[in-house]
């Protein structure tokens, strides 16, 4: 099963900023509706934001203003700006590719916000 491929997590101090990237295979990623996850130790996993085909977006209330989704048809990649990171954004944040062809989750880059 073909998985989503995501690079950009790590280690930031409050306050500082990573981008996500998800790459997803050509065949569904134009169709698809891009997302992003999160899950945090002991905590239920949430949609934190998410771009449709036609580019229409949607973001978890608490995140609106400092994330920003976005996607590359070009590159067949989905990106996630995260700006002014808190502890509380600490969490294994996975993408997702849905369509009517395919669900498909990728493996997970973890975030954490330290000092």
């Known amino acids: 099963q073909v998985q989503l491929v995501e690079s950009g997590g790590g280690v930031v101090q409050p306050g500082g900023s990573l981008r996500l990237s998800c790459e997803a295979p050509?065949?569904?990623?134009?169709?698809?509706?891009m997302g992003w996850y999160r899950q945090a130790p002991g905590k239920q996993r949430e949609l934190v934001a998410y771009?449709?085909?036609?580019?229409?977006?949607n973001y978890l209330t608490s995140v609106k203003g400092r994330f920003t989704i976005s996607r590359d048809n070009a590159e067949n990649t989905a990106y996630l700006q995260m700006n002014s990171l808190s502890p509380e954004d600490k969490a294994v944040y996975y993408c997702?590719?849905?369509?009517?062809?395919?669900?498909?989750w990728g493996p997970g880059t973890q975030v954490t916000v330290s000092s």
């Open positions: 050509g065949s569904i990623f134009s169709i698809s509706t």
């Open positions: 997702n590719a849905s369509s009517y062809l395919a669900d498909r």
């Open positions: 771009i449709t085909a036609s580019g229409t977006t």
